[in-house]
């Protein structure tokens, strides 16, 4: 297959210069897309989209707490049905950090901004709770083990490739920590149920110590009509950028 | 969850230069050209300690160039990196990152003893540097330099060194802003 067509997301709260940095590491060629490219007839042109994180507080030029909000909503009201009818197609999507959070089927709010998110419900494409983290720092985390779902395993290996094996380490600005109930679960019910080909699989989970994020999935995968979505609440773009590289392999549309 | 880069970026570079075990899981071999990278920053390479002694043990102006390049490049190339989220840290707060990094590098322990930011006048007293065991002050041209170079990209304009006084355990530097 020749190299996929990856288009970055961008507006004036996304943290899209991290990817960036990471993909002039790794040599991957990227198209920057702004809020008007956001429909599906342009979406379609791509093979996989990277929906980056976003900055709460305005420095420089960027973000802002109105920014930020404007962000995660755009995402969850206005690109809505283009990103699910995009993944619908068989698009790819790859979703880092803060805009996990819009992936799943619940975010939980911080109080005092909740009244600003009525109406803009998360997309649903996974089925997971998201909670936005407790700090900053670096994060040790591993590959979570299925040892009664071959398919499970599998889909371990190809997103995290050369990371698939042991703990590895990242990056972190507060990404969301995801579970599945209350008892924090991060197996989907689909694997307990003992499903041969999961349709959403937690691919890595924190091992770090603090008790919001220990053992809550990090790393998840999913299918999506035709498509693939990745999402990746920690940033691996400082240490462990190349795991992009398999995230890409396989999203990618085919 | 508020969230300010600027601080967010400062608690984070203190927590991973700080622990050595932090700043090791940051590192990565880059693909580009298979030399180290720390936290992003691209083009380190290890290099023996007697390598170092060698050079402090060249003219004392050789010596402090060659640091002083070092050091430009080594703070320069995590300065690069994270560019907007330092752009706005004051020289204290680089200096702090600057020698947390040096030391989880290996070129020794330094304290701030005094830092005036407007004047761009800072002492520093090293301990554990590479060249401790020689009393005379132009044996240590080579971490002075390599502290003038941190400095001079901390500062956002060239610091230039001396050598202040030497004892047993530690050596003391005078940096000021041209």
Wanted: glycine share 8%.
């Amino acid at each position: 297959m020749s190299n996929p067509k990856i288009a970055l997301y961008h507006d004036d709260a996304s943290g899209e210069r991290y990817e960036e940095k990471a993909f002039q590491k790794t040599g991957v060629k990227y198209e920057k897309i702004g809020p008007k490219e956001m429909v599906l007839d342009i979406l379609e042109k791509y093979d996989v989209v990277f929906l980056p994180g976003a900055f709460p507080l305005r420095t420089h030029d960027k973000g802002g707490f109105f920014a930020f909000i404007k962000f995660l909503k755009r995402i969850n009201v206005i690109y809505r049905s283009h990103i699910m009818n995009y993944l619908k197609d068989g698009g790819g999507v790859v979703s880092v950090c803060a805009s996990v959070a819009s992936m799943g089927r619940r975010m939980a709010i911080p109080l005092p901004i909740r009244p600003l998110f009525i109406g803009a419900n998360p997309l649903g494409v996974f089925d997971f709770h998201a909670k936005y983290g407790p700090k900053t720092g670096v994060v040790d985390l591993e590959p979570v083990q299925y040892k009664d779902s071959p398919h499970a395993r599998k889909i371990v290996s190809e997103v995290l490739g050369d990371y698939s094996e042991d703990q590895f380490s990242s990056l972190y600005f507060r990404g969301p920590a995801i579970t599945y109930d209350a008892k924090h679960d991060i197996i989907h019910p689909a694997i307990k149920e003992g499903e041969d080909r999961p349709k959403e699989v937690v691919v890595a989970r924190y091992v770090d110590e603090d008790p919001e994020l220990k053992d809550k999935g990090a790393i998840v995968y999913r299918e999506y009509g035709s498509g693939k979505a990745i999402s990746c609440s920690v940033h691996p773009e400082f240490s462990t950028w190349d795991l992009f590289d398999s995230m890409i392999d396989v999203v990618a549309r085919r | 969850m508020a969230l300010d880069m600027e601080s967010e970026f400062y608690k984070l570079a203190k927590d991973i230069l700080s622990k050595t075990q932090n700043l090791y899981k940051m590192a990565a071999i880059s693909p580009n050209d298979g030399r180290l990278s720390l936290m992003g920053a691209e083009g380190f390479l290890i290099v023996p300690k007697r390598h170092l002694e060698r050079f402090s043990r060249g003219t004392e102006e050789r010596a402090y160039e060659l640091g002083f390049v070092c050091g430009e490049d080594t703070f320069g190339g995590l300065m690069n990196e994270f560019d907007e989220e330092i752009r706005e840290l004051p020289p204290k707060k680089l200096t702090e990152l600057a020698l947390l990094m040096s030391r989880q590098i290996g070129w020794g322990s330094f304290e701030v003893v005094k830092l005036n930011g407007p004047s761009a006048q800072v002492t520093l007293k090293g301990t554990t540097t590479v060249e401790l065991k020689h009393r005379s002050a132009k044996h240590h041209s080579l971490t002075c330099g390599f502290l003038a170079g941190v400095l001079s990209r901390a500062f956002g304009k060239e610091m230039k060194g001396t050598v202040e006084e030497v004892k047993k355990d530690s050596v003391a530097f005078v940096f000021s802003g041209k």
